[in-house]
């Protein structure tokens, strides 16, 4: 199996665990915004996690859904959206009118997260924006789990997944941040066109088995991800044929065998969203490679207390 940087980037070893900070740190500051992503790396969770859909005018930005996300975005009046026009709807220029820096704490997906910061005058970022930050040389240590997201109204649309694809690694190339960067999804077969456009990129496949609930106010990556029925425990098998380099199960789908597995075929493992302190010390004594959290302060509290450095 190639050895690549970011890859590496992501392995743990002995004594070692790593944090990955999800859509930057989305319980502590408004997630996949610059300000969450400054401040994971600033603590020291050097790994980010982050989602990458295109607009109408086919410009790469980070933002986790396919539609404007209701509990996340204000109108220019202030106001959270009653109504969701898709990302692929809207230009650039379009998406700049809306606020990104509050959560609806009355909305379902908002008490999630009643901790998080409330801010004012924050935009969703283009993937450029963020690439040019995370190359400053006070985050030299920086890399980025980037998932492409796959929008199923496009999934038998092979010249707009080719153009996803091919402006997402022609971005990541123009900023020279190609060996510091995953290529992250729950479409497998999107993660095979980035294998043929970008064979010296690493792949990093995301699964979520069917049987588990989604996450409340979040796209579902069911309809997108293969069918394991029957092949639950073969996952990290199929990873591997399928040629991935890094493994990333859903926190309540892993099993210390299966971790076991996954090393024993040359994966890492980086398990989400992984939140709970009791699930916390499971995924610690699971000896995953990464731990994607929300609270990357909370995985490095857990970390210390049990002996282990996540750099």
């Given at each position: 199996?190639?050895r690549f940087?970011?890859?590496?980037?992501?392995?743990?070893?002995?004594?070692?665990?790593?944090?990955?900070g999800?859509?930057?740190?989305r319980?502590?500051?408004?997630?996949?915004?610059?300000?969450g992503?400054?401040?994971?790396?600033?603590?020291?969770?050097?790994?980010?996690?982050f989602?990458?859909?295109?607009?109408?005018?086919?410009?790469?930005?980070?933002?986790?859904?396919?539609?404007?996300?209701?509990?996340?975005?204000?109108?220019?009046?202030?106001?959270?959206?009653?109504?969701?026009?898709?990302v692929?709807?809207?230009?650039?220029?379009?998406?700049?009118?809306?606020?990104?820096?509050?959560?609806d704490?009355?909305?379902?997906?908002?008490?999630r997260?009643?901790?998080?910061?409330?801010?004012?005058?924050?935009?969703?970022?283009?993937?450029?924006e963020?690439?040019?930050?995370?190359?400053?040389?006070?985050?030299?240590?920086?890399?980025?789990?980037?998932?492409?997201?796959?929008?199923?109204?496009?999934?038998?649309?092979?010249?707009?997944?080719?153009?996803?694809?091919?402006?997402?690694?022609?971005?990541?190339?123009?900023?020279g941040?190609?060996?510091?960067?995953?290529l992250?999804?729950?479409?497998w077969?999107?993660?095979?066109?980035?294998?043929?456009?970008?064979?010296?990129?690493?792949?990093s496949f995301?699964t979520?088995?069917?049987?588990?609930?989604?996450?409340?106010?979040e796209?579902?990556?069911?309809?997108?991800?293969?069918?394991?029925?029957?092949?639950?425990?073969?996952?990290?098998?199929?990873?591997?044929?399928?040629?991935?380099?890094?493994?990333?199960?859903?926190?309540?789908?892993?099993?210390?065998?299966?971790?076991?597995?996954?090393?024993?075929?040359?994966?890492?493992?980086?398990?989400?969203?992984?939140?709970?302190?009791?699930?916390?010390?499971?995924?610690?004594?699971?000896?995953?490679?990464?731990i994607?959290?929300?609270?990357?302060?909370?995985?490095?509290?857990?970390?210390?207390?049990?002996?282990y450095?996540?750099?």
């Open positions: 199996m190639t940087p970011a890859v590496e980037a992501f392995r743990g070893g002995d004594g070692l665990i790593r944090v990955v999800h859509r930057g740190a319980g502590i500051l408004p997630e996949n915004t610059l300000i992503f400054e401040f994971a790396m600033s603590t020291g969770a050097h790994l980010l996690e989602d990458v859909v295109m607009t109408a005018d086919v410009v790469p930005v980070i933002t986790h859904n396919h539609r404007l996300h209701a509990p996340t975005f204000r109108d220019d009046s202030g106001n959270f959206l009653t109504d969701e026009p898709k692929s709807d809207v230009t650039w220029e379009q998406l700049q009118s809306f606020d990104v820096g509050r959560v704490v009355s909305s379902a997906y908002g008490r997260f009643p901790d998080q910061a409330r801010l004012d005058g924050l935009r969703v970022p283009r993937l450029v963020l690439l040019e930050r995370v190359k400053q040389p006070r985050f030299d240590a920086a890399n980025l789990m980037l998932e492409i997201k796959s929008d199923p109204d496009f999934a038998h649309d092979q010249a707009y997944r080719k153009t996803l694809v091919s402006r997402v690694v022609a971005e990541i190339r123009a900023a941040m190609q060996e510091r960067t995953l992250h999804s729950f479409d077969n999107l993660l095979a066109e980035c294998q043929d456009q970008a064979p010296d990129f690493p792949t995301l979520q088995l069917p049987d588990n609930d989604d996450e409340v106010g796209d579902s990556s069911k309809s997108i991800s293969p069918d394991f029925s029957g092949r639950e425990h073969q996952i990290p098998s199929l990873v591997a044929e399928a040629g991935g380099s890094l493994w990333c199960p859903y926190v309540n789908d892993v099993t210390a065998e299966t971790v076991a597995d996954a090393h024993n075929l040359g994966l890492v493992v980086a398990v989400w969203t992984v939140n709970e302190p009791e699930d916390i010390d499971r995924m610690i004594d699971f000896n995953v490679d990464a994607v959290s929300d609270y990357p302060g909370r995985v490095q509290g857990r970390l210390e207390a049990r002996g450095s996540w750099t």
